[in-house]
């Protein structure tokens, strides 16, 4: 199934990257083309056959809740691109009432 | 070239435990070879200087109080995806440019304790998807066997140190082959372990149903110490598996009596080079007569397992890849109007092309009216793919077939046509997606250029497919050698 511009405009934005000139017809073209493959798995009968969606037998592995020590706020700062007063900065997000 | 620099990790415990040597002078010998060879090879994305002499030292204070353990003072090159503290971490990505961890994995960690040195950090394809290293997005690395062609990928910076002679031992790993492909077409052994073996606590997330942590060197044994070291029940990674590290057991039992399979669909895939296919079946019949029979078996659903993984894959490495947002590290595209420009805008910055498109792929594959259709199916796929494995290891202790249907290709040959890329992996994704354990030794060559055979076994039995690639490289006699680099 071939995707459309529309389509592209709606995942690159539900998947939060901008496009810029030219991608949206290098994405429709090049993911059409994987999509093309990825469609023979329509031919495979699974109507009873569970999905599997991890392969080792390790289900729910419980710890006790105990405090152990962590990152200290410089530390978990150390990276980030704009900090102000011990909190990451961020561009606003909500319009001025 | 020095003779330090081809040294398996035996070879060198024992001169530096006579004292024959020291961790220094091993160290200073692979720094030399860097030096010499990475200007062609760019394996390496950053060295690690301050870190390397300091575990130098303190290897060698070690093996002066006549204590330490094989891996002490041993040269290790890591894979940019698995974080080590201080030391700029960045999947190969521009979006993770300047990233330094605040704390260190644990597989990397435990080769630490174990008295590894590391020497730097190796280039792969940005966040591990590709086939080639042209992916990353830095500068691609080179094939040490022929400088105009692919180490393979993703982990290909690591493949090409451990043949270049550039380190003893290296870090990878493996969401869909991205050890065993690499460690093939540059002609070392490489490993992926079963799923839940290796803790991947501090390693930079892909597709977290499929990543698997694992060595590269250039012999069997080698590769099992690097991967005994590593493995074992981590609390901090809720996947892994608390069974015992009985990885090396039955090392040396040969393969007398055990019945290899041959899947009749991994020999008829498309693209198969002729020269690939003699040199795995006339690798086979040296295990055949090292006594193994050999038996024929059949993995039904191979032709869909490509498609389930880049249904699969792109969805768990589009939920993963949603953290970089230029909020709390990495690039950040700061001259905006608001957060979600400033998200969008870096994100189409700093990540490469081939991620981006894996990223819509998945975006697309979990979006609403096409999770039925594409990812339920797939992971019902993923399901039918794991039951041929199970039936075909009622036949069978360990599965034999090529590595990679095709030997190193050259540099931009497959960067326009993804799905050719992807084809790469045709041989080795089953065994991520089923969580097997599987390993690539060199078998000899094809255009002159290395060939891999790949053992999987079943699921904790990294002991057999262990097993299987040590008969093989003492019945055949070939050994992975260092590339001279012209």
Redesign the interface.
Known sequence: MP?TRN??R???Q???????PGDEEF?AE??S???E????????P?DD????????E?TN?L?EDVPRPC?TQE??L?????VVNGM?R????QEEA | MSELTELTINEAARLLRLHSISAAELVTAHVERIKQVDPMVKAFLRFTPDLYEKQADEADEKLKRGEGGPLTGIPLAVKDVLCVRGVETTAGSQILR???P??TGTAVARLFDAGAVMLGVTNCDEFAMGSSTENSGYHPTHNPWDLDRVPGGSSGGSAAAVAAGEAMIAVGTDTGGSIRQPAAVCGVVGMKP???RVSRYGLIAFAS?LDQVGPFARSVEDAALVLEAMAGHD?LD??S?DRPNDVRRDFEKGVKGMRLGMPREYFEVEGMEPGVNAAVREAIKALENAGAEIVDVTLP?T??G???Y??IAPAEC?SNL?RY????????V?D??????????T??QG?GTEV??R???G??AL?TGYYD??Y?????????I?QDFDQAFSKCDAIVSATSPVVAFPLGSKTAD??SM?LCDVLTLGGN???LPGISVPCGTSQGLPVGLQVLAP?WREDVALRVARAYEMASGVKAEVASVA
């Open positions: 995707l389509q592209v709606h995942v690159a539900l998947a939060r990257i901008a496009l810029e994405y090049q993911l083309g994987i999509l493959h990825i469609d023979r798995l329509q031919e495979v699974t056959i569970p999905p599997t969606a991890q392969v080792v390790v592995p710890r990152l530390e978990a150390a990276n980030a691109p704009a990451f961020v561009p606003s997000i | 300047g990233f330094k605040p704390y079963t799923y839940g149903s609390p809720a996947t598996s659903h032709d869909y490509l498609a389930a880049y249904i589009s949603a947002d230029g909020v709390r590290y990495g690039m950040s700061q905006v109007d608001n957060i979600t420009e400033m998200y969008m805008r994100r189409r990540f981006r498109r990223i819509m792929l975006t697309y979006s259709a594409y339920l199916k797939a992971q019902k796929v993923r399901t039918l794991k993804p799905l992807y997606l089923a969580g699921q």
